[in-house]
């Protein structure tokens, strides 16, 4: 499979962190002349912006442009905001059925935000 470099270089961002030598990878394909207006719009799409930030906060403007990585911490940060917000809920909601003795099982997101993503 031959795919588009944007492409690629979002599959190796989306993560919550980066392997063994696929950091290399990533700078090889930053290397490319990059579609960043695709790029970007795709990993809004798909919503994987914050994790492509953390993946390129740290590379230098000659490799990732400036406005890029702005967008990118704009999201990045808004979604930190929200995610404070529901969880701050979330610990009051459950404050609520622990005093009435009521037991919660959490899923999905509630149950995978600390052990996975962990920020």
Known sequence: MNLPTESRL???CARNSIPGDKP????S???HQIKWDGFLNTAIAYGIAPLVYKSLK??????????VKD???EIYHGNVARNMYIRSELERILRVFNEKGIEVIMLKGAAL???VYRD
């Open 10 to 12: 979002l599959i190796l």
């Open 24 to 27: 290399k990878e990533i700078n």
């Open 29 to 31: 394909l930053l290397s």
């Open 58 to 67: 740290d590379k230098p403007e000659t490799l990732v442009p400036k406005e």
């Open 71 to 73: 967008k990118l911490a």
């Open 113 to 115: 935000a600390g052990t």
